[in-house]
């Protein structure tokens, strides 16, 4: 039986297209193109996650690395812009709230960006977090699975993790936890519901 429900925040709980992002933001398809590969696929947005780097540091290697002006730090500026709420599985998350079940986020995030948004409303759902930069571990890395089972005394049999990402899923299954892969709210409605958990 399904105790307790984990989620992931980016494109489970926050929209999170930087792609997108940069395509309003920007005509140029070349420097789109370029900010994108720079900077959201750079080894620095790696590490900002895992908490070995700040987001000052970043902004400046990326910066003086690819020639750029202001555009790395604007980027960082817009975390509210980037990252919205998905009503939808925010409204999921509240029932889920309501029916009792123990709820956590299991989550790879930048320490800056967190803080931005862990002023939306819904956070307050959750019993515990567990943030990427905070334990200096990456997800689908193993340590970051073990933290959150040992930490708050979970049973992976009686958890269920909410990913969109499928390496994600498949390391917390290593650990017996049940997956779901969320590709939208009504998706994963039924997958809960499949799962008996509504």
């Known amino acids: 039986m399904i105790k307790n429900v984990v989620f992931d925040l980016g494109n489970v709980l926050l929209s999170y297209d930087p792609r997108g992002y940069l395509e309003k933001k920007y005509d140029d398809e070349e420097l789109i193109n370029k900010l994108y590969n720079s900077v959201f696929k750079s080894e620095e947005w790696i590490g900002l996650d895992r908490g070995s780097i700040s987001q000052q540091e970043a902004v400046e290697i990326l910066t003086k690395r690819h020639g750029f002006g202001s555009e790395v730090s604007d980027i960082f500026r817009d975390w509210e812009e980037i990252l919205q709420p998905i009503q939808g599985s925010i409204g999921i998350l509240e029932e889920l709230k309501d029916r009792g079940y123990s709820l956590y986020v299991l989550s790879n995030f930048h320490l800056e960006a967190f803080k931005l948004v862990a002023n939306y409303d819904f956070f307050n759902n959750f019993d515990e977090l567990v943030i990427s930069a905070e ?57 809960l519901q499949e799962l008996g958990v509504f």
Do not use: H, W
């Not at 040992?150 to 899923?169: C, G, H, K, R, W």
């Open 135 to 191: 334990i200096n571990a990456v997800k689908p890395e193993p340590e970051i699975y073990r933290y959150l089972l040992a930490n708050y005394s979970l049973s992976p049999e009686e958890t269920v993790f909410i990913d969109d990402m499928e390496d994600n899923l498949l390391a917390a299954e290593d650990f017996g936890i049940k997956t779901i892969q969320f590709k939208s709210p009504v998706q994963l409605r039924g997958d």
